[in-house]
């Protein structure tokens, strides 16, 4: 036999549409005590927020992130893998793609808000450069008919920017 062993393709990224939104609030519902609706993903894209699926090499839809972009910063507002998909490199992945579209726009930073309870999420964000700069008080649902305060997150970017301005 003659066989051609070729490489899976590599993981891919593309916008999300209204089209893809059954299968998105399938994760969404999976990955998530408190989910978004369909009409908060709708919203989104009507209102033009940045938002993007991400395909596993198989081609299966395994998450995706949705951003709201304001003047010089973009703000995270849903960032999510699939949970039988996560802790493969997923989340890093969709968070640097964000952090390279924002620097290409001109952006100075990212910000975004995680449940204080989300350590993982917390672990993850920090790892990628992000810092605790804040809190807001009881900003999620909980359970019985419980708040949760909200731990505000920054990433810097641009900093190879901010020290060229510095050296002028
Ligand atoms: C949080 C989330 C987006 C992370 O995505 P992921 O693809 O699982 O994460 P990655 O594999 O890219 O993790 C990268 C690093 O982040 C940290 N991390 C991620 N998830 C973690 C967890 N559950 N516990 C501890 N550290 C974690 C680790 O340092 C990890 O590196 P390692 O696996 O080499 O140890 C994903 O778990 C998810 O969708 N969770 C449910 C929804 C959610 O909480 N979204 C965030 C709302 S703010």
Sequence with gaps: MNAVLR??????QRP????DLDAVL??????????????????????GYHA?????SDGTLVGYFVALPGFEETHLLNLTVAPPRQRRGH???MLERLAGWAQARGDRALWLEVRQSNLGARSLYQRQGFAEVGCRRGYYPAARQQREDAVVMRRELNAEADRGDALD
């Design 91 to 93: 989340g890093r992945a």
């Design 52 to 56: 993007e699926l991400r395909f596993d």
């Design 26 to 47: 399938a994760i969404e519902v999976a990955a998530y005590p408190f989910p978004w609706s369909r009409g908060n993903f709708i919203d989104s894209l009507a209102a």
């Design 16 to 19: 999300m549409v209204a089209a």
């Design 7 to 12: 490489p899976l393709p590599a993981p891919r």
